[in-house]
């Protein structure tokens, strides 16, 4: 049954949102035993797949291990999540290392138990399985969700934008500015909007019509 909307506003579903803390767990994964908190310092993907041997997730492991250079480039670590089992995990990185000559390095979560996955929101109230639904959770260094995406289960995620996305971060956190529409590494990025009129008022003067987007000229200028 449906949570009545003043039930939602009391008791939310747990999920992790944009600029919280990224909620601490362990658990046992293909790499051994994995503590979020042991990836401060870096940045992390951690992503769900509904479930293993199916064959978007597959395309997805593959597409996602041909590019592990591009995410170590940018200091991010990639941690892999579903409700199957550590031998379902097992056997399937196996049965996918045979087929395809991919080894999946990265690690994979295990939570049959569904506690990670309920706590990130991963598995969706209305939806007509208990299998996780495919989150990706950009968390950054100091342990921030910084942004995340949800897709159903078949609809594959696009490993280019999932890169742009964390390229797209580490740009606006270098040099405060904000990335539009499409951007790409390498394009123009702007600034962030006006925080007052005055400031407004500025853009205007020097830009005209144009103030909104105002290009970050240098990346040092904002
Ligand atoms: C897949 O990964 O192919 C898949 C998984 C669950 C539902 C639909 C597709």
Redesign the pocket.
Known sequence: MPQAVTDIAINPPPSARIDELAPEFEARTTRGLVRLSDYRGRWLLLFS???DF???????FIALQRATEQFDALGCALLGLSVDSLYAHIAWVRDIETRFGVRIAFPIVEDISMAISRLYGMIHDGSATT?TVRSVFFIDPEGYVRSLIHYP??V?RSVDELLRVVNALQESDAHNVATPEGWRPGDAAVLPPPLDQSEADRREAAQGAAWYYTVAQSRHDA
């Open positions: 797949h509904p479930a199916t064959p978007v997730c597959t395309s997805e299998a289960a078949t594959g």
